[in-house]
């Protein structure tokens, strides 16, 4: 068990790191929900045969499909959506940033179930200390008006709020089903809500797809879809969640370096001070979590 949830952390933290840049190259030739939701669909498609081959146990009550449904929209339809749509503007190492705050969203919402004087005021401090490095991240954007980057913004914040609204219900629902039928199933709903989005958008002109856009697009199908996702849903469905959500840490840190190196980015002073300001304000969330795992683990 230990071994599968460390390959399952690494695998997601590494993996996912690189999809910000594999997501830009893709974008080069697909729109954005077009890129989503064929991703999904031959990726499910992929699980679902393998599920179907190796007979593995689907879920019999209609409650859990319409469950499954929602953490589908949670989850692919607007976390990784909205998140690919943002990023026809915005460079993949700041949507990578901004995905680091992850763990202060379920912060967040820990707060408002639990109330504050449970979660303590470090995990305020943490979540004021992480939302100022979001404005310094961001602040250049804003004072210059530059508004496609700003609705693109927008969009990723939603993104962000909708993977982690996920993420705090998957730990409490995920254990009951098959992981790969899960994950499948998640896919293939998903693939659906994105390909309906995408009709009411730009076409995909199939003639204009690049060798690198569709080698990207393979890529994500395989590695940061059939092998990632399967992972991070193992991961949060036997981890704890703010344990499993260190993995934000990881990803802008490959994906700020892949970003800069192979696509050029440019790397500003917001970027760095906001970043360590933000991975500052996540470590302040959860560092009582910290402890409390060091202590278990020493006793």
């Known amino acids: 068990m230990k071994l599968k949830i460390l390959f399952c952390y690494l695998a997601v933290s590494i993996v996912w790191g690189t999809g910000f840049m594999f997501t830009k190259l893709a974008l080069l030739s697909f729109p954005p929900f077009w890129l989503a939701g064929i991703r999904f669909l031959i990726a499910g498609s992929l699980m679902m045969g393998w599920c179907l081959w190796k007979k593995l146990p689907f879920p019999r009550n209609p409650e859990d499909y319409l469950k499954i449904s929602i953490l589908s929209f949670l989850f692919l339809t607007v976390g990784n959506g909205f998140l690919v749509w943002s990023q026809q503007v915005l460079p993949s190492g700041l949507a990578a940033i901004i995905c680091a705050a992850l763990p202060l969203w379920i912060a967040f919402f820990t707060i408002l179930s639990l109330g504050l004087q449970k979660t303590g005021l470090k995990t305020l401090g943490g979540l004021i200390t992480g939302f100022t490095g979001m404005v310094v991240l961001v602040y250049p954007k804003i004072k210059g008006v530059e508004t496609d980057s700003l609705v693109s913004l927008f969009v990723l914040f939603l993104a962000t709020i909708g993977w982690a609204t996920g993420s705090f ?34 076409p995909l002109i199939i003639s204009q797809i690049t060798a690198t856009s569709l080698m990207s697009l393979s890529y994500l199908i395989l590695i940061a879809s059939c092998l990632a996702f399967t992972a991070f849903f193992y991961l949060f469905s036997h981890a704890n969640p703010v344990w499993a959500s260190t993995y934000a ?51």
């Open 169 to 202: 219900w998957m730990n409490r629902i995920g254990k009951r089903y098959d992981i790969i039928v899960f994950t499948a199933l998640e896919m293939l709903i998903a693939s659906a809500m994105l390909l309906l989005a995408a009709l009411l958008g730009p």
């Open 249 to 299: 840490y990881i990803n802008p840190v490959i994906a700020v370096y892949l970003g800069w190196l192979i696509l050029h980015e440019p790397l500003t002073w917001n970027i760095l001070t906001g970043a360590i300001i933000i991975l500052s304000g996540v470590a302040m969330v959860n560092w009582e979590n910290y402890k409390k795992a060091i202590i278990l683990r020493d006793s």
